[in-house]
């Protein structure tokens, strides 16, 4: 059984054998995966906690801290615990059992943190935005595309934290893959970093592709018939939800090219060419998305000379049809002067003749404005 916990007195660590009897509890609880956006039912952020050895799943050793100190011990292996959004005094505890830099806690615990590597002595701080795509029946000046989270991962020579924030982004399908690769697993924890970042960019290019879904539907409509008629504030929404989508990807890209080029001491020299793998992939995201952004620009500029086209042909029509209009306006206008001596104003037929006249200057200018394309 494994040890995941309840670790809703980890400030109780203060007092002795605080964190041990808070473990001891853990271990009577059954494992539970949050593979659901929702808070431990056991009461606390523990989502899993783990000791691999060679690769392979180990059986529990006591508590959290005998298995700590089994490993440390030992010298090998090393102990995977999962967090989902802790709060202060849930992860105060495990910042002083792990040794873990105030400032890196900070980050964790409050999040919204942009994509960053930092050291703190022995120990290696990660940050990685996860993206989502949210599905959507129509797209609308409304609608939320793109939905963000963050994972934070503290990597020591014996031992993995990862922090998850967010309503997607489960790492428990990660985690059975990388115990059904040994091999790999074995590694250390720097192979769970690297199937960490592998796992986001993944995301990062499966969320493109549904973006290029929305905007190839935006562009076919923008340039059909009556393209014109598009809201503009469905290019804008996607415009706004691919910037968030290049938030989180852009700055990632300098941690990978640090962790696939230099030296970094909690990372296993062979792990560094898989770093450079996903490096790569986050560049050619990173490239799709700046086309993107271009194609959108084009895009929204099609749809301002589209509606200024239509404009323009409206205003052509009304221009035909004024003048039109303003051939009985002038005939009826000047037979409207209240003068007693006009051409053909007593005359019989004088009132057949002025239809006549009306009509077949209209019929001429309508002629005229329909072969020039105005009507």
Known sequence: MSMAGNLRKVTSLGRAGGLRRVARLARRRPRVDLSHPARSPLGSSVVN???????????????????????????EGFVWLGLHEPTNREFAGIAELFDLHPLAVEDAVEA?????????????????????????????????VVDTG???????????ITVRHGRHGSLGPLREGLESDPEQLAKGPSAVLHAIADHVVDDYLTVIDSVQEDMDEVETEVFAEHGARVDPGRIYQLKRELLELKRAVVPLGRPLEEL???????VAPEIQAYFRDVSDHLQRAKEQIAAFDELLNSILQAHLARV???????????????????VPTMVCGMYGMNFDHM?????????????????????????????????
């Open 49 to 75: 906690c783990v000791t691999y050895r060679d690769g392979h799943r180990t059986a529990a050793r006591g508590d959290l801290v005998d298995a700590v100190k089994h490993v440390r011990k030992s010298g």
């Open 112 to 144: 919204h943190q942009r994509p960053k590597l930092e050291r703190y002595g022995e120990t290696l701080f990660a940050v990685f935005k996860t993206v989502c795509y949210v599905e959507h029946e129509e797209l609308t000046a409304t609608s939320e």
């Open 150 to 160: 963050e994972i934070m991962v503290f990597l020591g020579e014996d031992f993995v």
């Open 260 to 266: 696939a080029t230099r030296p970094v001491r909690a």
């Open 308 to 326: 200024t086209v239509a404009q323009n042909e409206d205003m052509r029509k009304i221009t035909a049809w004024a003048a039109i209009i303003a």
């Open 343 to 375: 051409p053909e104003l007593h005359w019989r037929y004088g009132y057949g003749m002025v239809i006549g006249v009306i009509s077949v200057a209209c019929a001429v200018l309508y002629r005229a404005f329909r072969r020039g394309g105005w009507l």
